[in-house]
Nanobody, 115 residues
């Protein structure tokens, strides 16, 4: 069974930083593209960043230059370093992976940046 567990969310003041982590189990982690999504209240879930098995990264325009995605294959972990946080970054953040024919989501972690 594929399982994803996120951690690291919280309340941070504008301009602050947070680091989110997502630990995977049940897959050969190094083979998979890992994604971070977010969903703000009343809005659609959107892709924030992803990282392929060879380390290629992609970012949403809204977070380029502020967020960095990375992976640690021996630890089966994908991280999202978030700097210069803004109120509009407030959302539930989810990692996901498409594995074994299914799209698997973690439970999410809340990030709140007060306006």
């Amino acid at each position: 069974q594929v399982r994803l567990v996120e951690s690291g969310g919280g309340l941070v003041q504008p301009g602050g930083s947070l680091r989110l982590s997502c630990t995977a189990s049940g897959i050969n982690f190094k083979l998979y593209t890992m994604n971070w999504y977010r969903q703000a209240t009343g809005k659609q879930r959107e892709l924030v960043a992803n990282i392929t098995s060879d380390g290629t990264t992609t970012y949403a325009d809204s977070v380029k230059g502020r967020f960095t995605i990375s992976r640690n294959n021996p630890w089966n972990t994908v991280s999202l370093q978030m700097n210069s946080l803004k109120p509009e970054d407030t959302a539930a953040y989810y990692c996901n992976v498409r594995a074994r024919g299914s799209l698997v989501w973690g439970q999410g972690t809340q990030v709140t940046v007060p306006g």
